[in-house]
């Protein structure tokens, strides 16, 4: 969810139609929102799936806030989607878990990038706490 459109190559594309893999670009989170499309995302999968572990990637992020994402590009998402989004997977009853990945901490500036993964983790362990009450 939230790729950007020049970010991985056709062979990556075609790979990921062959295993039936859905991928919801960033184009698609601008025009109708990062609730909407995560929620969708999770109703299919919660129909699809017993369980359900959430991969989040910190390079979706825009560069701006992910200095320490090798793979980050310009025109990711906002933090504040990305929070929204794992605090909305945090809640959603089939996901047992997370993980956070592709930061490498020695090239983050001000450490900006660690901050916003903590702050995705924290968002979404508070939507699982909400799931939970």
Known sequence: MGILAFANSRDYRDECEARGIEVRSRSDVEARGIETVMSETLATLGERCERIFVDVDMDV?????????PGAR??????????????LAGRHPKVIGADFVEVDPERDVADLTLFNTATALLSFAAGVLERER
């Not at 992020?61 to 994402?69: G, I």
């Open 61 to 69: 992020l825009d560069r701006a806030f992910a200095p320490a994402c």
């Open 74 to 87: 310009p025109g990711g998402l906002a933090p504040r989607e990305l929070f929204a989004a794992v605090r």
